[in-house]
């Protein structure tokens, strides 16, 4: 079995250039997030929400938070985990073995960590 997590508030252990956002969507902790008309979203696979950065905390509708454009995220994985596997982003905001047309937001550095950096999807634009 792959790499995947169920979606759940995730820790965030450091973060790198953090920004202050305000939600138009609930999130988790390590969601990555995207914008859609002008307001930060949970980011889905598709081109019109394309993931930019990683929530700093969890919050709801019209919550201010701190958000980073690189992450170390601690995850609980549901499948075999391999370190220095590439992960990407599902359409449910969950984390996934990269492939299948998705997103790579990051790679795994221990068998509970993750390094995301969702802006970085944007220039993968071969999906792979």
């Not at 759940?8 to 008309?37: F, M, N, Q, W």
């Not at 980073?68 to 905001?93: C, P, Q, R, S």
Request: charged share 15%.
């Amino acid at each position: 079995m792959a790499f995947s997590e169920t979606r759940a508030s995730r820790t965030v252990l450091d973060g790198v250039c953090p920004i202050k956002i305000v939600l138009a969507e609930d999130c988790y902790a390590g969601d990555c997030l995207g914008i859609s008309g002008g307001t930060w979203v949970l980011s889905a696979s598709t081109d019109s929400e394309q993931p930019l950065v990683v929530a700093g905390t969890d919050g709801v509708i019209g919550d201010t938070i701190t958000a980073y454009l690189m992450a170390v995220v601690e995850f609980t994985a549901n499948g075999a985990t391999t370190i220095g596997e590439v992960i990407a982003l599902h359409d449910d905001g969950y984390l996934v073995a990269a492939g299948g047309g998705l997103p790579d937001v990051g790679f795994t550095t221990t068998l509970t960590q993750a390094i995301l950096c969702p802006s970085a999807a944007s220039i993968d634009t071969a999906r792979t």
